[in-house]
């Protein structure tokens, strides 16, 4: 005789893994917590430092890796903000609050693909440069090319983010199981310039 699960085991089965949910929601709510709490203050005074002690010299190496500091904190302060809707969704049980305005999703969407890449970005651009003066010493680096690296590199990923979604070609979407918006592109079209920009601004 096979064993038929009555409606107080379902029930109380059902109880368990609503608590296990909502556990462990909380549990990662509290982990972004402690990354925002980590991060927000470690980088506003990183900013405050790194502006206040700024080399007067604009030709000298430590001036280009000062403005890279600045650059590199003040994008990191704003990937930092950019966690608080992800908290609250977590706080409540993945229920995105935020999220579920189509604007303020299209948003944050746009800016979660551009913010965290663009400091990837600078990182790499920062241990490049310090490779070049370690290996010839006396070269000179020139501060404008922060300028002008950042803002084409910064170009491209707005561009590839905004273009698809102001032609009516993609829309961004809260995912219940990543706690996020995310762009989902409307045609195929769309999707191949998806994959090719998202593969030319990450090599």
């Known amino acids: ?11 109380s089965t059902a ?5 296990v949910t909502a ?8 982990l972004y917590i402690s990354c925002m709490i980590l991060g927000l203050p470690g980088n506003l005074v990183s900013l405050r430092f790194f502006i206040k002690n700024r080399s007067t010299d604009w030709r000298s190496n430590k001036s280009f890796f000062d403005l890279l500091y600045i650059l590199i904190a003040l994008v990191d302060i ?9 908290i609250l969704s977590f706080l409540h049980q993945r229920d995105g609050v935020w999220f579920v305005n189509p604007t303020f999703c299209t948003i944050w969407g746009g800016l979660w693909e551009v913010l965290p890449h663009l400091s ?5 651009f920062m241990s490049l440069s310090r490779t070049v003066v370690l290996l010839r ?4 680096l020139n501060p404008h090319a922060v300028y002008l690296t950042t803002s084409f590199y910064l170009l491209l990923l707005v ?9 009516g ?9 990543d706690v996020f918006c995310f762009e989902n592109p409307q045609t195929e079209a769309a999707y191949q310039f998806n994959s090719i920009s998202r593969a030319i601004t990450l090599a």
Do not use: H, W
């Open 137 to 140: 010493p006396l070269c000179k």
């Open 169 to 177: 070609e993609a829309v961004y979407m809260y995912a219940i199981t």
């Open 78 to 86: 704003l990937v930092c903000a950019t966690v608080l809707p992800i």
């Open 120 to 124: 990837v970005f600078l990182v790499g």
């Open 159 to 167: 561009l590839r983010t905004a273009v698809p979604v102001a032609l």
């Open 1 to 11: 005789m096979e064993y038929e699960p009555t409606n107080s085991s379902t029930a």
């Open 23 to 30: 556990a462990s929601n909380y549990a990662f709510a509290a």
């Open 15 to 19: 109880a368990i893994d609503a608590a």
